[in-house]
């Protein structure tokens, strides 16, 4: 860990300690590291004796399988969230835009504390903790936790495994270190099986239907991205009717599964003409910036953004600046 990033957790936990009352927010449709980390810090520093609230700007529900890990009940609408909080923490969220409609307490509240580790955080808080080696944002909250001198216990294990187990794709990106933190998080009592299987492999039988309809419609170009290859997907509102978020979620990660294809995306459409776009690299393409050029952000192999209009022009966008991004890559 680099000087700076241990000064900069101090500096978070003094903010902290000193706190009453602290509002934690994850990014827009939050995932299971964003809220998954929003609520470790949150059960941690209620057992401290804080008033605390764990929130994120939309959608209105919470994903039904993150519900588990909120054992103290800490979770309130965004509506619920004070005009002016005291201190404010932002969790897994790269840029100010990813809080959505809450963004504009960044302005109003008396302290900011961001925990990330996306590399392009411009660091928008009043003290920011962004680790870009960190493999999940829940790791920055666990080594704050440590700083804070709080117990590891089974509730507080179990948010940061389930950041952790999903950012890693089960532990396939991740640092010998971060296999010692796994290890940890078990020997405080989480069970990896139980708390990994609803996040990643489990789905109501209608989720087969859907993918039935929506990968026999998925389309690979060999001859793209200086002939690495790029496959895609479009999920529809009507294609997702029914479904939950996480099953629309999960489509990219069999679609990246193609082999002729170094970056796979998934399109899924949130509201009509809007959707929300999935990038994921095996290697050798910086998704990240791709998804940059069109106003996203993300990590280097897991990207995203969002756009407006007809499925294909968003494609043909996508494709630009897939080439472009891609044959630097290749040059
Ligand atoms: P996913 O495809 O799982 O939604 O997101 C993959 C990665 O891209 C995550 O690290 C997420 O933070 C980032 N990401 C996804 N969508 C957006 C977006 O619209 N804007 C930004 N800045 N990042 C995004
Ligand atoms: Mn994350």
């Known amino acids: ?73 800490l979770l309130v609408p965004a509506t619920e969230v004070p005009r002016s909080p005291e201190v404010l923490v932002a969790l897994d969220t790269g840029s100010v835009g990813r809080l959505g409609p809450l963004a504009d307490r960044l302005g109003t509240a008396g302290q900011v504390v961001v925990l990330d580790h996306h590399v392009s955080n411009p660091g928008f808080g009043t003290v920011n903790v962004v680790d870009v080696e960190a493999e999940a944002t829940a790791l920055v909250v666990l080594r704050l936790l440590d700083v804070l001198g709080v117990e590891l216990d089974e509730p507080v294990a179990r948010c940061v495994y389930a950041g952790l187990v999903t950012d890693t794709r089960s532990f396939r990106h991740a640092r010998p270190a971060t296999h010692e933190v796994a290890a940890r998080l078990l020997a405080a009592g989480v069970d990896g099986e139980a708390v990994a299987r609803p996040l990643m492999d489990s789905h109501p039988f209608g989720y087969l239907g859907m993918l039935a309809k929506v990968l026999a419609r998925a389309s690979l170009d060999v001859a793209a991205v200086g002939g690495r290859g790029f496959v895609h997907a479009v999920v529809t509102l009507e294609d997702a009717a029914g479904m939950r978020p996480e099953e629309v979620e999960s489509v990219v990660d069999l679609v990246r599964t193609t082999a002729e294809a170094e970056v796979a995306a998934v399109l899924k459409e949130l509201r009509p003409s809007y959707w929300s776009v999935s990038l994921r690299a095996v290697s050798a393409v910086d998704v990240r910036e791709v998804a940059q050029l069109l106003g996203g952000g993300g990590h280097r192999l897991a990207a995203g953004f969002t756009a407006e209009g007809d499925a294909a022009v968003v494609l043909e966008k996508l494709r630009g600046a897939l080439e472009a991004v891609g044959s630097k890559a290749l040059g």
């Open 1 to 73: 860990m680099t000087d700076d990033l241990s000064a900069s957790l101090q500096a978070a936990a003094e903010v902290l300690r000193a706190a009453t009352d602290v509002t934690l927010l994850a990014h827009v449709n939050p995932d299971a590291d964003a809220l998954g980390s929003a609520l470790a810090l949150g059960l941690a520093l209620r057992r401290l004796g804080k008033t605390v609230r764990v929130s994120f700007g939309a959608p209105e529900e919470v994903p039904e399988t993150l519900r588990d890990l909120d054992a103290a009940g």
